[in-house]
T-cell receptor, first 117, second 109 residues
């Protein structure tokens, strides 16, 4: 399967714990995007990364949230000291080039559903 | 906000009918894309229309773009029960992808 892989599919955490969400982009893709989706809503952009670099993190809360895309391995979205409001579906997408200029689509994973108890 | 808005929010039709959903956006764009999301799954790219294009077809899909009105429409012809899903338009400004709020389509067999 050469698609975008996200794990875990479901993650349950208690308030105050840390959540780590992983995303392996499609083979050959070096651009990764993270989105958050609340029930009955559209996707909200969080962060755009290219290998080892954060290109745009303007959609990500300044505190408790961080993202990385190391040279080797998956992209990680990390949420520290989770609160109930962090409960959502988190989607990762990837592309081979920046979709804004290349007119290429983004390819999405099936998401991680994060539930905070 | 740049975020697009789809209209209607929800649409229910009989199998075989056509479904039309609209998207409006606020700033200039390079392209506009339509995606489908089945319940519990990620988004699947359907079709992309560039800012210099007015209409595009792909199978049973027809997309139009009116940059003067900052709007786009997605037409699904001869709908099938399998078309039941949420449909989102997406636009790009700067480094960010902006998704609309979606249209929930139900096709009744």
């Amino acid at each position: 399967n050469a698609g975008v892989m996200q794990n875990p599919r479901h993650l349950v955490r208690r308030r105050g714990q840390e959540a780590r969400l992983r995303c392996s982009p499609m083979k050959g893709h070096s651009h990764v995007y993270w989105y958050r989706q609340l029930p009955e809503e559209g996707l909200k952009f969080m962060v755009y990364l290219q290998k080892e670099n954060i290109i745009d993190e303007s959609g990500m809360p300044k505190e408790r949230f961080s993202a990385e895309f190391p040279k080797e391995g998956p992209s990680i979205l990390r949420i520290q000291q989770v609160v109930r409001g962090d409960s959502a579906a988190y989607f990762c997408a990837s592309s081979s080039t920046w979709t804004g200029e290349s007119n290429q689509p983004q390819h999405f994973g099936d998401g991680t559903r994060l539930s905070i108890l | 906000s740049q975020q697009g808005e789809e209209d209607p929010q929800a649409l229910s039709i009989q199998e075989g009918e056509n479904a039309t959903m609209n998207c409006s956006y606020k700033t200039s764009i390079n392209n506009l894309q339509w995606y489908r999301q089945n319940s519990g799954r990620g988004l699947v790219h359907l079709i992309l229309i560039r800012s210099n294009e007015r209409e595009k077809h792909s199978g049973r899909l027809r997309v139009t773009l009116d940059t003067s009105k900052k709007s786009s429409s997605l037409l699904i012809t001869a709908s099938r029960a399998a078309d039941t899903a949420s449909y989102f338009c997406a636009t790009v400004t700067g480094n960010q992808f902006y998704f609309g709020t979606g249209t929930s389509l139900t096709v009744i067999p």
